[in-house]
């Protein structure tokens, strides 16, 4: 029976598929033979039950994740970001795919349409041309043969070397076109008259050429690209200042898969909260009693059965107690998930912490692949019209080039601000950085002030403030610790006020909280800061203005210290965002200029 099996299978692989296969029976013993050896756990797991992997147990996990990310992540305000094209590499998504076809076959129809329209060629020019669609067509039989939807690899730096030829050919051949188009400018003395000549009968060939060159260009551009390596490398590591959107990005990202039938298992950092080993933190916050190779090889067996990279996400390994125990098991962690080709793996941190938690040799080893998160950087415009679309503002006739609106997190509080204010336009003036300071404090106030009743009357962040503005003047960097201790002594204690109020502040995004080496001790020390920089710059001149300008006599003042240190010739520089604030605030209080100081 098994004999005319096989034969009946090979002959209709043959007539159906034109392939050669070859059968190798295993019996019971050999099927519960390699099944009950380790490296096989994970399909066991898979295959028997022994691990629920459903879809719907993906999707719930992922669910129950993004709630616990509460004001991080607001689904219905999306904007489109060139940094989503690495996850599709990673993911070997439809869209990855259409996105290098797209530049594939713009490049080639750019060449084609150059060819077709070919007016004549020379010796010289036919040589170059017979190299340059030589080396095209190979590099187009080797792009039909990529497979890019699974794991198999993607030999890019072949396709690279090829694009380099071609390059190398195609300059040649455009310094040939330039010459005889010159050669019958010269020989019927056309002249150029006001930016216009008479074409020649090349022109059109020169303009289709560069053309070309352009989409070979770009097309050369996406091959090099770091997201191409993330297609056979599925390792990231992403990094970006506090507020930025990495949360957000991750969350979406994650419902984005679950719509396209594509598994991940989404974790957050802030929940990891004991110093141990991640795994067992894993299968805690998973509800899952197996080992690490029963738990990667069931998910690599669920990955391989739907033909579909499953993604593990982690975000913020800086939060919770993970900058206490990732630096010592980040590379073994990565290392476990790479023997399991259909798993990826993206981790998210906080730009400052990164030095501290990702070890040195880290990249060293090829492990991950980093991608840094800019926000809203150079698309202020079009996310400030969708945030203000979604809050039911007007969107203002100027554009708002305060580098504060690149940041998704303050231009979220922004418009709740003016949401929660019943206001459906941006106030006159409010442009201004220091109105936007105060608004973005009142959005603050207006988020807090439940669990602070008193916290407007008392003008409870403007007394933080107070406090927190000269401790940094005087020493450029405080630690949390200090700072805690003496808001406590100063403002909470004071005012009968929660101590939880710094923190809560943190929360909201007035301050952050990052890590700083300290020499003197010899360890790192957590320090705080205001989110926006600018923000401190104008509120520490506020402080130094209010506490140190004669607005009868201003240039006298600034002879004196501390307002004559920020105008030192050597410290210029060092202080240039000070000296702006200066800039706008001083002829607001006093008729004078700070160029004329």
């Not at 990673?90 to 290098?100: G, P, T, Y």
């Not at 409010?430 to 009142?442: D, H, S, V």
């Amino acid at each position: 029976k098994w004999d005319k099996k096989i034969e009946k299978w090979q002959k209709l692989a043959q007539d159906e598929y034109g392939r050669e296969i070859e059968f190798i029976y295993w019996g019971s013993s050999d099927f519960i033979t390699r099944l009950s050896e380790e490296k096989n756990a994970g399909l066991k797991s898979f295959f028997f039950g022994d691990i629920d992997l459903s879809n719907d147990w993906f999707e719930n996990q992922n669910k129950l994740a993004i709630a616990d990310l509460d004001k991080r992540y607001t689904p219905e305000i999306n904007v489109e970001l060139d940094i989503l094209e690495n996850f599709d590499a990673l993911s070997r998504n439809e869209k990855f795919k259409n996105k290098v076809d797209n530049f594939y076959h713009e490049f080639m129809v750019s060449f084609r349409n150059f060819l077709n329209h070919l007016y004549e060629k020379n010796e010289h020019i036919e040589s170059s041309l017979i190299q340059l669609t030589d080396k095209i067509n190979a590099l187009g039989i080797l792009y039909e043969h990529i497979i890019f939807d699974g794991i198999a690899y993607i030999d890019f730096k072949q396709i690279e070397e090829f694009l380099e030829n071609i390059s190398n050919i195609s300059y040649e051949l455009s310094d040939l076109l330039d010459k005889i188009n010159q050669k019958e400018i010269e020989e019927k003395n056309i002249k150029t008259s006001h930016g216009y000549r008479t074409s020649t009968k090349y022109d059109s060939n020169v303009s289709d050429f560069r053309d070309y060159q352009s989409n070979l260009y770009q097309f050369k551009e996406i091959i090099n690209s770091r997201a191409l390596m993330l297609a056979n490398n599925p390792f990231m590591i992403l990094d970006g200042e506090a507020g930025i959107g990495k949360s957000h990005l991750l969350a979406d990202i994650v419902n984005e898969r679950i719509k396209e039938n594509s598994n991940s298992i989404f974790l957050l950092g802030q929940q990891f909260r004991e110093d141990k080993n991640p795994w067992n933190q894993i299968f805690d916050l998973l509800q899952l009693k197996c080992t690490k190779e029963e738990f990667l090889g069931a998910l690599n067996a669920k990955a391989e059965s739907q033909n579909k990279r499953l993604i593990i996400f982690i975000d913020a390994i800086n939060e919770g107690k993970g900058r206490d125990f990732w630096n010592e098991f980040l590379i073994s962690f990565i290392e476990s998930i790479k023997k399991y080709e259909w798993l990826g793996l993206v981790l998210s941190i906080r730009s400052s912490y990164f030095d501290l938690i990702v070890p040195k040799k880290f990249f060293e080893k090829g492990l991950a692949i980093p991608i840094s998160h800019f926000g809203f950087e150079g698309v202020e415009y079009n996310a400030s019209k969708i945030f203000f679309e979604n809050y039911n503002i007007l969107q203002p006739s100027i554009p708002l080039l305060n580098p504060e609106f690149s940041n998704p997190l303050f231009l979220k509080l922004f418009c709740e601000g003016l949401n929660k204010k019943g206001l459906t336009h941006i106030p006159d003036g409010y442009e201004g950085i220091t109105n936007i300071i105060k608004f973005f404090i009142e959005g603050i106030e207006e988020k807090l002030s439940k669990k602070y009743t008193n916290m407007k009357s008392l003008k409870l962040i403007y007394k933080v403030i107070d406090v927190v503005i000269p401790l940094i003047i005087d020493n450029q960097t405080i630690a949390y610790d200090d700072t805690l201790a003496i808001v406590i002594e100063k403002v909470t204690s004071k005012y009968g006020v929660n101590p939880e109020f710094l923190d809560d502040l943190i929360i909201e995004g007035m301050f952050i909280k990052n890590l700083s080496y300290n020499y003197i001790i010899g360890e790192n020390v957590e320090k705080i800061y205001f989110l926006y920089e600018r923000f401190e710059d104008h509120l520490k001149v506020k402080y130094l203005f209010d506490n140190y300008l004669d607005k009868g006599n201003p240039k006298e003042s600034f002879k004196n210290a501390p307002l004559n240190s920020y105008l030192e010739e050597d410290k210029l520089h060092y202080n240039r965002g000070v000296i702006d604030a200066m800039s706008i605030q001083l002829p607001e209080i006093v008729p004078v200029e700070i160029i004329d100081i």
